[in-house]
């Protein structure tokens, strides 16, 4: 055989064998991160029908923005999370089904499947601190409706998914919700405000409400009169001067939902916030 032929095909084997080598390295490391198993948390909670519960776990999901994900009819849709897993929303109302109470609490607190895998699209983080009576409130609210539609499908992780989860760029959700810091607490008087604060803001402004990128820390709602906050939430009025893209849309799926107290709240525990982080701000 030509030795330059020779050569080219022994170059060619051995590149082909680093790539099967780096593919078996992402595949191995990759695996462990997604097949591995969390501590499950003890549960008590238990599901019950009375139309008390069910309707604040209605309310509750309508201000969490539970259907932005899970979709209007609860039943599950695509997203695909940073760019690079495309992962279905649970089917809810399908879930009621097979899922028992302390499978529910799990999921929805600490982001942790059945199988004791981490989830990872599901922002559990904001509700690690949601208290017993609410989520027996969302289970009971979920129990009642009809169980409709497909179960969806597990995600896959393909190549990219995989060096994704390698470099970072895509994490599973447990270790956010056991490490995620917690905001300011401003004592009983504010306790209202600051729980609706991390069941419905933290999602998007932080666990400790101090924003990333775009989304701005929570101080700034003390540039809003309680009126101009009203306003915001309920009708997606900016203050003068502010050009606001997403919260008038979420006024509009979700924020209209609140109670005037829970407003009243919100704005009370905010503005007191804003004072001992940003003295001197009104
Ligand atoms: C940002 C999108 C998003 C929001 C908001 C969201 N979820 Fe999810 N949820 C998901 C995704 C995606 C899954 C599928 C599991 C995963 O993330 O890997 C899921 C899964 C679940 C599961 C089932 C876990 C399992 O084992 O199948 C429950 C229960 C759940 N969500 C409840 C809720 C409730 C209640 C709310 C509102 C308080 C909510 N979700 C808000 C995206 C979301
Ligand atoms: C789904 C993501 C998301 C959630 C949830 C969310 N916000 Fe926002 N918020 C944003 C983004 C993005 C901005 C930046 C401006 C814009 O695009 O609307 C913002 C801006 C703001 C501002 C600044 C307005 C201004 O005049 O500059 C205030 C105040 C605010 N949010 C309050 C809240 C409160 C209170 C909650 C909880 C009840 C909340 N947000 C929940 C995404 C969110």
């Known amino acids: 055989m030509n030795p330059v032929l020779k050569w080219a095909g022994a170059v060619a084997g051995a590149a082909v064998l680093l790539g099967v080598l780096a593919w ?158 917690s905001s300011l607490d401003l004592g009983p008087r504010y306790d209202g405000g600051h729980y609706l604060a991390r069941v419905t803001c933290a999602e998007c402004h932080g666990t400790d409400l101090t924003g990333t990128g775009v989304v701005p820390d929570l101080t700034v709602v003390s540039s809003y009169s309680r009126a101009g906050f009203f306003a915001l939430l309920r009708e997606g009025r900016a203050a003068p001067g502010h050009v606001l893209k997403v919260m008038p849309q979420l006024a509009r799926s979700r924020f209209h939902y609140f109670a005037d107290y829970e407003i009243d709240a919100l704005y009370d525990y905010l503005t007191a916030r804003a004072k001992v982080l940003k003295p001197g701000r009104r």
């Open 24 to 181: 078996v390295y992402v595949y191995v490391e990759s695996e462990a991160i997604i097949q591995r198993r969390y501590p499950l948390p003890s549960s008590t909670v238990h599901a019950v029908d009375t139309a008390k519960a069910i309707a604040r776990g209605k309310h509750l999901m309508a201000i969490a923005g539970c259907s932005g994900c899970h979709g209007a009819d609860l039943q599950g849709r695509l997203l695909t999370k940073n760019g690079v897993l495309p992962v279905w929303s649970s089917n809810l109302k399908r879930l009621t089904q097979s899922m028992p109470d302390d499978e529910f609490e799990r999921a929805i607190r600490f982001g942790i499947k059945p199988d004791a895998t981490s989830m990872w699209a599901m922002p559990s983080y904001d509700d690690t601190y949601m208290s017993e009576d609410d989520v027996i409130a969302i289970v009971s609210y979920l129990r009642s409706l009809p169980p409709d539609g497909p179960v969806r499908p597990e995600p896959e992780f393909d190549l990219r998914a995989r060096i994704a989860l390698l470099e970072g760029i895509l994490a599973p959700i447990v270790p956010d919700t056991l490490e995620s810091p």
